[in-house]
Every structure is written in structure tokens, then in C-alpha cells.
């Protein structure tokens, strides 16, 4: 890469992309300039860093590139906002291959094409590692932003999109359970749950325009992004186990990874599978989906699953009982929380 | 900074952010909600990297976030928009001062309020080194962004704020010939121009409402950036040296730095203090100055020096002669440019 320095490492990363209607100005000036036609401008900024949000010897770089905009334009869907625009600064040694940015940039663009959304702007450095900083711009479209801190006693709670399969696929492949050494156990969509989560974009706006009175987005796990919600809304919101039961997937995971790891060697983990199930569903994070507070008695369409409710206190509980112990999800340089 | 974990980290850098009447929603939420009045906005992304751009041994946390503000908004107001937010992503290693994160943000507040700007979101996470990653957000009231490719033959060309003195900070800070090994010479100014760089952000909005064709902030350096403009527009541009004589202070600081490093040391940079001051006027960055060209006949106010003209043709000329050899400004991993 070092060769290409940076004005040939930005336009082979541009040549890539492809504008969406919204950007008046795009990569190749000292800013670029984006339509809002709503007068307002949602805006998140998240970094996604080598060692710590994604090993380069687990993840291709397509797989970084659409992991990377993910954080970014799921954190906008949550506000209740299309996402519009992604802007990308990314530092790498001079030794990456140009091949792998280019891929990046791919992977980039086609999760920006999930959601509606194109690249309008970055910036590029040396680096030791490889590390992004994305920002991510919405639109709300009419839409009042859905906060954190609306949720009302007698709401109810509910998620669209998946629940543990990002942590499910980290700790198979922390174990070494791969698609090598998996067995009969098909892993592939956990570990793309991991590698390249799949945020439910459309869910976001979808959620304001029923109502949602509070909205977050599950980076650091259920139960530790609902805390977030409970302690801005002052509400307790409280979770049913049967709504939360981990499906087959997860149970044969979880058998699988203990399989590997032995309970002997993790003697403060849980012994059975459908608690290491159970844990990955309540404190993995990264998968993105959305959860969300709305008025009791809304009819909510298909993929929003209700998962709770929420009453006067504070706090999350699962079936009327706080989880101590459970630390939110602190991404995988720690390594899978110990649910 | 470990100790405070992210959270606390978040909380601590927030409470000494103001916000603007601009911001709908702050730091806190999964993004932030900014009012765009112009319905578009100005957007653009810039690293700030420990050891590249900065060195914590020279700056002060203060420093660092003036430094990390300006060059985002600065490249808003090249734009011609008003600088109106800042997001902030910072990597830190875990045994940083906690007030050193609180200084940062008490920088990046300040040079937000010059202007005009506020902080309205980011992240955090631990590194090896500091790093920051900054997007800007402005808005255009109105004005058409003042893009890089409008240059047209017969225009003028013009910069407003400093050139060279970000350069001649960085070469006396090098040279060992900063504050203390500096004698009789007052070094202050050209190292706060290094340091702490004082973009000016109104002349931005007000280029553009004088009908400014073309407008760059100069990060990279003169010859630099207006050869960015000069190819983005198809046209050559003219300097006259008589326009970008060094100023007494940047000849004392060329004195100094010849004495501290010897001509004998450096074959190849320039023997004479005049030469290398102007070295510093053309091709030393980070000044963040507008450089700007204007149909002929504009009346432009006393900030703006006219320093040359636009014609047919190619590249930047200075004196009509093609300054061969003098490479862009490649910030300071690199050291000043031997213009």
C-alpha cells in the first residue's frame, strides 16, 4: 500500500464505490456534501480496531469492510433514521496489500447497499494495525428520533433481528470450532453472524413510525443495552426466559464449544448447554439487532419479536430475577462474557 | 483511564462539552441528531495520530484538541460552510491521565466554539498510542460549496490566515530550538502555530458569498493544495513570491534553524534563510489557511491576500517557473519538507 501513497490509495478505494442520490459532493474535495432533506442529520461515529473488533487471520477484508459500516449505520436505524451516508477513516502498515483495501471497500459499499446508504468521504494514515473510524449519517425522514430514554411502565419490549449468534460464532472460533473443526455442526451462520452481522435496517424506521417510545441497538448485549435503556427511560424492564429460548443452532454451538473448551478447564462457566445458549443470547453482542419500547396493545409486524415488558423500578431482570454476575458484552478482546 | 472504563470515560469527556443550539440530541443516545437548516450537510473525516501528527512529549492534551478540531473544520469552512459539529472517536492506552482525556476535550471545545461548532458524539477505546479520528459537520446556509475544480482562467487567487507557520514551528521544535534553546528569538508564535493551528473559519462562509470559484484549506501545503485545485480545475496557477515574502519573525526562525542544524548536515535544503523561509511558505502544511481564487475584479476584505492568478494551462508555477523537487507536506512522521 505504502506504494500507491495516499491519493492512489483513496482513488483505488473510490473507484470502487458507486454514489447514492443523497451526496452533492462526494470523495475528492475537502468535504463532501450530502442531502438532509429532513433539515436534521443523524450522526455516529464508532471505531473498529485489529486485535480488538476483528483478527485479520478470521476475517477477510470484504468481512471487516461490512462489519465496520454495520456498527455505524445500525446505531443510525436505532435512532429511528434511514441511513444516507458512511464517511471512513482507515489507518494500515504500509505492507497491506492494496487488494485488501480494495475488498474492504467492497465489503463496505455492498453493506452500505443493505442499508441504503453509500460512502461519501474519508481519510487514510499509516498505522501499525489496521483500525477504522466510521461515521455514520441518517435521515429521519419526518420521523422524531427514537432515544433511549422513552420507555414507559406498561410498554412493551421487543427485537427484530438475531440474538447470540455474533457471540455464538466468536467463542466457535475462539474454541477453534471453525468450519475445520466443527464436525457435523454447519457453523457458517454463526460465524457470518460474527464475522458480518446483518443489521435490520429497514426495523429502525419501521419501529418510529409505530410508535416506538425508546430504541437501542444490541452492540454490547441484550441485557446491558436494555440497562442503558432502563436507566435513561427510569423504568425496569423486564424480560421472559421462554421468549429468549435459544434455538436449535445455538444449543448444538454451545454443546459443540463445550465439547472443545471442557467445563473442568472453565469451572465459573455454566455446565450446560442451554445456559451457554442462554448467556450467548442475553450478553453477546454485535449481532445489531434492534430493541425497542413500544405502547402496550401495538400491533408490531412479524420480525419484531416481543421479548418482555416494561414496569415502574429499575433495571433488567430474566423472569423476575436480576442476573448478577452477567458483565455486559465488552467485545472480543475480552473474549465471549461468561454469561 | 482504565479504571473510569468507557463509560465513565464518555461521562467525563461530556461534562465539559456545551451544546449548540443546533444539536437536537448529544452525546449519550446510540447517535446524535444535528439540525441542518441548509437541508444538506458538509461532512468530512481526519486521523489525528500520536507520533504522525502530533507527539505528546511537545503538546499539550489541550493542544491536541485544538489541533484535531481544526483540521476537520477547517475543512468544512473550505467548503464554504459554517462549521456547525464534531464528532470525536479516541483511542488511548489505558494508563492515560484521565485529565489528559479532560484536557483533550477542553481543546476540542474551544476551537469547536471559535467556531461556532459543538461535540456531539463519539467513541472510545484503548490503543497502544492515542489516536483520534474527527468528522466535521457544517453547514452551507444557503451558499453553494465552493469546490476545488471552479478555478477559472483569469481568476485571482487568494489566501487568508498563515502560511509557513505551522512549518517553521515544527522545523525549530526539531531543531531543538523550541521555547528554551531558542535565545533572544520568540519562538512562541510559530510554535503555537504548529501546536495549536488558528484556521480562519469565517473567511470559509465568506469566500463563498463573494462568489469564490474554487477554495482548499492548505493542510498539505501551498503549492500542495492549490496544485489539487489546479488539477481539479484544468487551469495553471501563478504565484508571485513578491505576494509570499517571509515576514521578519519566519527569517529569524530560518536563522535559528540554520544555526541549530548547519547547512553541512543538510546537503540538499537550501543555504540561505530567505530560502528556507519561503520553503516553509510553500510547501509547509497544516497552517489549515483558505486558499481561494476569485473572478478578477472581486473586492475581497483585508483578510485576503491576493498572492497570484489562474490561467490556461497546468500545475503551479511560482515567478512563472515550475518549483521542481519541492515535495507536498507529508505532516511530520516525515519531518518538514526541504523546500
Known amino acids: 500500500m505504502a506504494e500507491l501513497g495516499e491519493f492512489g490509495l483513496i482513488k483505488a478505494i ?16 475537502d468535504a463532501a456534501v450530502l442531502a438532509t432533506p429532513d433539515g436534521r442529520v443523524v450522526a455516529t461515529t464508532d471505531f473498529l480496531l485489529e486485535g480488538r473488533h476483528f483478527r485479520r487471520d478470521w476475517s477477510s ?17 436505532a435512532m429511528g433514521a434511514e441511513p444516507s451516508a458512511l464517511l471512513v477513516a482507515l489507518a494500515a502498515p504500509p505492507d497491506l496489500p492494496v487488494s485488501w483495501a480494495r475488498e474492504l471497500t467492497e465489503g463496505l459499499a455492498a453493506e452500505c447497499a443493505r442499508a441504503g446508504a ?13 483500525l477504522l473510524a466510521v461515521t455514520g449519517l441518517g435521515d429521519l425522514g419526518g420521523r422524531a428520533p427514537v ?16 440474538l447470540g449468534h455474533a457471540a455464538a460464532g466468536l467463542a466457535l472460533l475462539t474454541a477453534g470450532a471453525g468450519p475445520a473443526g466443527a464436525g457435523p455442526l454447519d457453523t457458517g451462520p454463526l460465524i457470518a453472524g460474527q464475522l458480518r452481522p446483518a443489521p435490520p435496517y429497514e426495523a429502525g424506521p419501521e419501529a418510529a413510525g409505530l410508535g416506538a417510545t425508546a430504541m437501542i441497538d444490541v452492540s454490547d448485549g441484550l441485557l446491558a443495552d436494555l440497562g442503558h435503556v432502563a436507566a435513561a427511560s427510569g423504568v425496569r424492564i423486564s424480560l421472559a426466559s421462554a421468549r429468549l429460548a435459544p434455538g436449535d443452532r445455538l444449543l448444538a454451538a454451545a454443546r459443540l464449544f463445550l465439547s472443545k473448551t471442557g467445563s473442568a478447564a472453565r469451572p465459573a462457566s455454566p455446565a450446560t448447554p442451554g445456559e451457554v445458549a442462554l ?8 449481532d445489531h439487532s434492534l430493541a425497542a419500547a413500544f405502547p402496550a396493545g401495538t400491533r408490531l409486524p412479524p420480525r419484531w419479536r416481543v421479548i418482555g415488558q416494561v414496569s415502574a423500578g429499575q433495571g433488567v431482570v430474566v423472569d423476575d430475577q436480576p442476573r448478577n454476575g452477567v458483565p455486559g458484552w465488552d467485545h472480543f478482546a475480552d473474549g465471549p462474557a461468561s454469561g
Open 14 to 29: 473510490s473507484a470502487g464505490l458507486v454514489r447514492n442520490a443523497r451526496t452533492l459532493v462526494g470523495i475528492g474535495d
Open 118 to 130: 453509500s460512502v461519501i468521504g474519508g481519510d487514510t494514515a499509516r498505522a501499525d494495525s489496521v
Open 147 to 162: 432515544l433511549r430514554s422513552g420507555a414507559r411502565p406498561g410498554d412493551l419490549v421487543a427485537v427484530a433481528g438475531r
Open 61 to 77: 477484508a470484504a468481512d471487516v469492510g461490512h462489519k465496520a459500516a454495520a456498527r455505524s449505520l445500525a446505531d443510525c436505524a
Open 279 to 286: 448467556g450467548w443470547v442475553l450478553t453477546g453482542g454485535e
